[in-house]
């Protein structure tokens, strides 16, 4: 970890708690593209995620309720486990007696064997029901990790063909973007196989975005952290970018884009490897779909006419319906 980092962390943190700071001020300020590459920013982030009250709980609440509306019954379902859970520890509390009783024998003792079997059903219910309600929370965790990693490639800028520069984010509803990383052999070749199925790959609104490792250590940013040197993009600026870069794409046929920032693709790409238990550094491709999110992901390069084959054209209904 760098000086800077450490330095830039820790007025972050300090922002973040006493001045209430919005964690996606972090994730938008184009200032903050060489932190955002750094490991600093990614245990920042992990904090974030967490709920840490050193960093505020602005950026859980936010993927709460993302994963809420994602999941909408998970809620509901964990707090019926909870109550289960409840009844049957209750139910537990009342049988134990009982089952001393049982054991003791006399007049009036209850079946021992009857008493046995409500003592388990009991146990091994508040189990079951505990164990259901871990895994749920197991899952929710998954979800708010993967829904983090999703708004962090949402972000991330490429370039199009007309050199205009947009955000992931913008390119929603009527592209599929391509990810392809790799070697400069690999990706290279990978985009020549592309070139035959040009017109389809288009029809269905891909657009390819080559991405080869870099030879030194992809943390290490390039420029300088620095804030003011450009303002940052409140709101409503940002909805009239997003608008006006949907005008420029229906515009135009595109086909490839550049990514703007290396550094912070793969830094993404990477933590998205670890996440599916791949060796960072290998070749890989994610295709996304037309609301944003990864719709699948494999080691080395795509095979163009599958994806041809898996992906509706633009204009069918089931396109519509994935928007």
């Not at 800028?157 to 790799?182: D, H, M, Q, W, Y």
């Not at 699948?296 to 898996?310: A, L, Q, T, Y």
Request: no cysteine.
């Amino acid at each position: 970890m760098s000086a800077e980092g450490k330095e830039a962390s820790k007025a972050l943190r300090r922002a973040l708690k006493q001045y209430n700071l919005k964690f996606s001020v972090i994730l938008n300020d184009p200032d903050m593209a060489p932190f955002r590459a750094m490991p600093e920013f990614k245990q920042l982030q992990e904090e974030a995620r967490k709920g840490g009250e050193e960093v505020g709980g602005s950026f859980r609440r936010d993927l709460k309720l993302i994963s809420e509306v994602q999941a909408p019954f998970r809620g509901i379902r964990k707090f019926f486990y909870v109550a289960l859970f409840l009844a049957a520890g209750i139910s537990t509390l009342f049988t134990v007696p009982r089952f001393i009783l049982a054991i003791q024998g006399g007049d009036g003792a209850p079946g021992v064997l009857e008493t046995v079997q409500n003592l388990a059903i009991n146990i091994g219910g508040g189990a079951a029901f505990i164990a259901i309600y871990l895994w749920e929370n197991k899952k929710e965790e998954e979800q708010i990790s993967r829904i983090t990693r999703d708004e962090t490639l949402s972000r991330l800028p490429v370039r199009l063909a007309n050199n205009r520069t947009v955000e992931l984010s913008a390119l929603r509803e009527n592209t599929r973007p391509v990810i392809i990383a790799g070697t400069a052999e690999n990706v290279e070749r990978s985009i020549r196989a592309s070139q035959k199925y040009r017109e389809d790959l288009l029809k269905r609104g891909v657009l390819i975005i080559p991405l080869v490792w870099s030879k030194n250590n992809p943390t290490k940013p390039k420029k300088k952290l620095g804030f003011g040197v450009r303002p940052p993009v409140d709101e409503f600026e940002q909805r009239i970018q997003a608008a006006a870069a949907k005008g420029v794409i229906q515009g135009e046929k595109r086909f490839k884009a550049e990514p703007v920032s290396p550094v912070e693709w793969e830094s993404w790409v990477r933590e998205q490897q670890e996440s599916e238990g791949v060796t960072p550094g290998e070749d890989v491709f994610v295709v996304l779909r037309l609301d944003g999110r990864i719709r699948k992901s494999g080691r080395g390069m795509p095979e163009w006419v599958d994806i041809v084959n898996e992906l509706a054209p633009l204009d069918t209904f089931i396109s519509k319906l994935e928007k």
